[in-house]
């Protein structure tokens, strides 16, 4: 079967569609502008009529489903049963045979919803009697999905004609595979200043096979050759002399595929060597780096809001966020990346290691720093939740963060009032 990947060239991506809806489209001549008004105005027309015919038929694909589930409660006849699996696999056929629906954009989501309407038919097929069947489509449908949450179903009342049977309990263990090979219980070894080589190698073979097995944004990082970073890392992990020294390497591996979401951290022993900083807060605004937050009563004495962060233990601030920060900043977008680099992950560092800061003050006057990593938060932040009642019964709500459910509970407390509104002013504070 075809595969058609849309791409976001809108060209490239117009193409494959065309393609993916009539296939036997392959030439396009356009003499002049009329012609082309209207070929686009028929192409216009055709794309419309597939798009019908193709909701047409997942409309009745499904409805053949539910026909099927009504007709197969507990207490169905034999003869109920028959004709619900006689449904089924007219839907079945529906969704192998129908061209335009399996190069739609929903191509993979119906080969997804096959197997669903597969194991509904094995079903039906075993408690009409007929275990050789069942047991075939289980072993069939081993070749191309393993779905571990399956068990918990396979092992109810519902199976215990078969539960005993060779094949049936081969099935239930090889369902389990992907579930202990991501638990990897070997691998899980107590912390330890100084790994061997083996767990090294280990640690960046699984994450490196995790991505390639499952990482869906490839496309993003199209000039990224996995393998060869995969041999690269390798020679660096192995030349690593602690477990500290192997985290920094691999914290750098993450953000190689520019995906805020995929991440390595290190484990609890070494957080407060990597990830402690000092009670401030920072943002960049425009080119400048300015502080947005003091929250320690000692360090703002030292530190006001609104000073400008010029350097970072000696090196201009933009050079030390590009060489220090960036590295392992794993994100999405440059906006993301840009917080990551410049408030969240800034400062964070050593609690040992004090930073010094270069700043300059509102009227330009230059000073050093020296300030601390892991002070405690003793000045209260900006409030996390806010809400009140606006003139003319508007509510007003403001949220900072979903980090916690603070906020859900706030918002339980003051729904009362909210519902008796006669509008709701939201805002998201970044």
Not at 142 to 169: C, G, H, M, N
């Amino acid at each position: 079967m075809k595969e058609i990947f849309f791409v976001k060239n809108t060209a490239s991506a117009l193409t494959l569609r065309l393609l993916a809806a009539f296939p036997l489209l392959l030439v396009f001549h356009l003499s002049n502008a009329a012609d082309n008004a209207t070929w686009q105005g028929d192409i216009k027309t055709r794309v419309s009529e597939s798009a019908q015919a193709i909701t047409h038929a997942m409309d009745g694909i499904y409805r053949l489903r539910g026909e099927a589930s009504s007709l197969s409660k507990p207490d169905a006849s034999k003869e109920d049963l028959q004709a619900a699996l006689a449904k089924l696999k007219l839907a079945l056929a529906a969704i192998d045979s129908n061209e335009s629906l399996n190069l739609s954009a929903d191509a993979l989501h119906f080969r997804g919803r096959r197997f669903d309407f597969m194991l509904d038919a094995a079903v039906l097929e075993l408690r009409l009697g007929n275990k050789e069947a069942f047991l075939n489509f289980l072993e069939s449908s081993q070749t191309w999905v393993l779905i571990p949450a399956l068990k918990s179903y396979l092992t109810t009342p519902a199976f215990a004609t078969v539960k005993d049977e060779p094949r049936f309990k081969a099935y239930l263990k090889l369902i389990e595979l992907p579930a202990k090979m991501g638990r990897a219980s070997v691998l899980g070894t107590p912390y330890k200043e100084q790994i061997s080589t083996a767990e090294k190698v280990a640690g960046l073979s699984m994450f490196w096979a995790e991505v390639k097995r499952s990482f869906v944004n490839f496309h993003n990082v199209p000039d990224l050759d996995w393998d060869k970073v995969y041999l690269e890392y390798l020679d660096k992990v192995m030349q690593t002399k602690s477990t500290r020294e192997y985290y920094q390497v691999m914290m750098q591996l993450a953000p190689l595929l520019q995906d805020g979401h995929t991440n390595i951290y290190a484990p609890e022993e070494l957080q407060d060597g990597f990830y402690s900083r000092p009670a401030l807060s920072t943002a960049l605004i425009g080119k400048s780096v300015l502080v947005t937050k003091v929250q320690n009563q000692q360090l703002a004495q030292k530190i006001q809001r609104g000073d400008e962060i010029i350097s970072i233990d000696g090196q201009p601030v933009h050079e030390y966020a590009l060489n220090n920060v960036a590295p392992r900043a794993s994100s999405g977008t440059p906006q993301d990346k840009v917080v990551r680099m410049y408030s969240y992950g800034l400062f964070s560092g050593d609690q040992s290691k004090s930073i010094r800061l270069g700043l300059r003050d509102a009227t330009g006057k230059e000073r050093i720093e020296v300030v601390a990593r892991g002070q405690d938060r003793d000045v209260p932040g900006d409030p996390s939740f806010d809400f009140r009642m606006l003139p003319g019964d508007i509510a007003y709500l403001a949220l900072d963060h979903f980090e916690s459910d603070a906020g859900v509970k706030k918002l339980e407390s003051v729904m009362p009032n909210i519902m008796k509104a006669k509008g709701l002013i939201l805002e998201l504070i970044s």
